[in-house]
C-alpha cells in the first residue's frame, strides 16, 4: 500500500511541476493615446469595435478572467453600455476588415455588459466568466458592442495605445456601417486564472494513473 501511495504521490507532483505557471499577460507597448472604445467612441456614433491580439504574444493556453487597459490622459469618458465577446480569429495583427462578421471564428466566452461613465481611471478592468484561450487555434479577437450611448461629444480622455501594429490592432463600425481600421489599439492586460494544462500535462496524469492501477492490481493477484 505504501509503494501505491509513494507512486500516486509522485505522478501529482509531476504533473503539477509539468503544468505552466498563469501569469497576467500584457499586450502591446505605449506609444500614445485613443479614446476608442470606451471614451469617445460613441461620440462618434460608434457601435462596435474590435481588438485582435497575435497568438505569439501568449506562452501557452491559459483561463482569462479579466482585462485591463490603462490611463493615458484622464478626463470624462462618454456614458454607453459595452459588451464584450471573445472569439478566436483567422485574421492576422493589421489586416482587420470593417466587415465585422468576417474576422470573428470560434466563440470563447463572453465578459456580459458594462455601463461605463465619469473620469476615467488609472486601470479600468473588466472581469466574468473565465474562458480558456488556446493560442495554436488561431489570433485572440476582443469584439465590443455599444448600446444606450449618452455621449459628451468630446474628446478630452485617452487610453495607452499601441501604435506599432505588430501585436495587436483594431477595427470599428459606426452607424450606417462605415468604420475604419488600423494601429492605435490598447495595450491590455489579461488576467489569468487556473494555467490550462498542455496536452503532455494530461498524457503524464493518464499514464502516471496507469501506473497507480498497475501497481494495485499486482499487489491484488501477490495477495490472493
Same mark, same amino acid.
Given at each position: 500500500m505504501?509503494?501505491?501511495?509513494?507512486?500516486?504521490? &509522485?505522478?501529482l507532483l509531476s504533473l503539477l511541476a509539468a503544468a505552466p505557471a498563469a501569469a497576467d499577460v500584457t499586450v502591446g507597448s505605449n506609444g500614445g493615446g485613443n479614446c476608442y472604445p470606451f *471614451?469617445?467612441? !460613441?461620440?462618434?456614433?460608434?457601435?462596435? +469595435?474590435?481588438q485582435v491580439y497575435s497568438a505569439t504574444a501568449f506562452g501557452g493556453p491559459i483561463s482569462i478572467s479579466a482585462i485591463s487597459v490603462f490611463k493615458s490622459q484622464g478626463g470624462a469618458m462618454d456614458t454607453a453600455t459595452y459588451t464584450l465577446n471573445f472569439y478566436t480569429t483567422g485574421t492576422a495583427v493589421n489586416?482587420? $476588415?470593417?466587415?465585422?462578421?468576417?474576422?470573428?471564428g470560434a466563440l470563447l466566452g463572453s465578459f456580459g $455588459?458594462?455601463?461605463?461613465?465619469g473620469e476615467m481611471p488609472d486601470v479600468l478592468?473588466?472581469? =466574468? !466568466?473565465?474562458? &480558456?484561450?488556446? !493560442? &495554436?487555434g488561431g489570433n485572440l479577437l476582443l469584439d465590443v458592442s455599444i448600446t444606450a450611448a449618452s455621449p459628451l461629444n468630446?474628446?478630452? *480622455?485617452?487610453?495607452?495605445?499601441? +501604435?506599432?501594429?505588430v501585436q495587436t490592432s483594431r477595427a470599428w463600425g459606426y452607424v450606417g456601417g462605415?468604420? =475604419?481600421?488600423?494601429? =492605435?489599439?490598447?495595450?491590455?492586460?489579461?488576467?489569468?486564472?487556473a494555467a490550462v494544462p498542455e496536452p503532455a500535462s494530461w498524457a503524464l496524469m493518464i499514464g502516471g494513473f496507469g501506473l497507480v492501477g498497475a501497481a494495485m492490481r499486482r499487489r491484488v493477484a501477490v495477495t490472493a
Open positions: 505504501n509503494t501505491i501511495k509513494l507512486a500516486l504521490a &509522485s505522478t *471614451s469617445c467612441l !460613441p461620440t462618434d456614433e460608434g457601435v462596435w +469595435y474590435q489586416d482587420l $476588415s470593417t466587415d465585422r462578421a468576417t474576422n470573428q $455588459s458594462f455601463v461605463v461613465s478592468t473588466f472581469a =466574468g !466568466p473565465a474562458f &480558456s484561450y488556446d !493560442p &495554436s468630446a474628446y478630452n *480622455s485617452f487610453f495607452q495605445a499601441d +501604435y506599432q501594429g462605415d468604420g =475604419g481600421a488600423g494601429t =492605435g489599439a490598447l495595450v491590455t492586460t489579461f488576467a489569468t486564472g
